[in-house]
Structures are given as C-alpha cells and as structure tokens.
C-alpha cells in the first residue's frame, strides 16, 4: 500500500534536494575565491591569500555572502536535474531499449537535464551569486545593500527577470555535463 502511494517524481526530487544543498554549501567558498579572482584582474594571488584577505575584511563569514539564494536555487536545481535525468533515462530506455547503447541514452538524459536546469534556475542563480560577491567586494561604491534576500530582489528590479536570466544562452554550452 505505501509503494502505491509513493510519486516516482519524490525520491528523486527529495535526493536533488539534500545533495543540492550540500554541495551549495560546501563549494561555495570556492565560487566566492573564483569569483573574486575572475571579476578583479588587480588580484594577482593565489588561491589561499585571496581566502586571508576575504576573511580578515568580512570575517569567516564573508565566504559565504551570498549563499542564502544559492540554497534556494542550487537544491532546486538538483531536484530538477535528479528528476528530468531520470525520468529521460526511462524513456529513452523505453523506447529505444536496447538499439542504442548505454552511453548514448545517458549522455542525451545527461543534456536534457542538463537543459531543463540551466534554463530554470542556472543561470540566474549564477547573475545573482556573482552580483552579491562583486558588490560585497566593491566596499563603498556598493551598489547593493542589505541581505542576499534583498539584494536579488534588487537586481531582479534594476534589470528584470530578463537581466537577471542573461546568462542563459552563453551558460548551456559549458554546463553540459552537470548531471
């Protein structure tokens, strides 16, 4: 009775959910130091003192400025993703069964879901994350204040669900394998 109750979209979505957020949540400092390094081309260090100058500027916290809308879009992301790959996988296993080799279904799987996250939730999440830690970084020329939650809907305000979904286009050819 209970297996008939079950949703085949829920254990996927539930699994994208946790994975998501603790991915978000642990690679995110990375994101701020790759960010950081890419948006200012005056810094010329490495990795490590990028890490040591962020922290005693903005405190350990400061790593993180920017992760509460990530934690909203990035398990989002991987529900999506976790779900369209496997409900893909299944139809192409259904009907092309086994004509066509294991790799090909789940590479084509792979790219629908790749597709389906990127053009919901990816590439925004992107704009925003890279506006939080470049306004952050730009001390008193800020062009944002307050929280995450606030500064996203700033932007969206100042450029529009559109602006803040620019990326979209030059986001999916580079992301293809995020599966």
């Keep these: 009775m209970a297996s008939e109750l079950r949703s085949p979209w829920l254990t996927p979505v539930l699994s994208?959910?946790?994975?998501g957020a603790c991915e978000t949540t642990l690679n995110y400092p990375l994101d701020v130091v790759k960010t950081?390094?890419?948006?200012?081309p005056s810094i010329n260090a490495s990795a490590f003192s990028v890490v040591s100058q962020r922290v005693a500027e903005h405190g350990a916290l400061g790593m993180y400025r920017g992760l509460s809308p990530m934690l909203f879009f990035f398990p989002a992301a991987a529900a999506i993703r976790f779900s369209v790959y496997g409900n893909a996988r299944s139809a192409l296993d259904e009907?092309?069964?086994?004509?066509?080799?294991?790799?090909?279904?789940?590479?084509?799987a792979a790219m629908a879901a790749s597709l389906a996250v990127n053009v919901s939730v990816g590439a925004p999440a992107e704009t925003i994350m890279v506006t939080l830690v470049t306004d952050q970084a730009a001390g008193a020329q800020r062009r944002f204040h307050g929280g995450a939650a606030a500064t996203s809907l700033a932007l969206v305000r100042e450029t529009g669900i559109r602006g803040a979904s620019s990326k979209?286009?030059?986001s999916l050819p580079r992301k293809p394998w995020r599966c």
């Design 95 to 108: 009907q092309l069964g086994s004509s066509v080799g294991d790799a090909p279904r789940s590479i084509l």
């Design 36 to 40: 950081l390094r890419q948006t200012n």
């Design 16 to 19: 994208g959910v946790v994975a």
């Design 168 to 170: 979209t286009i030059v």
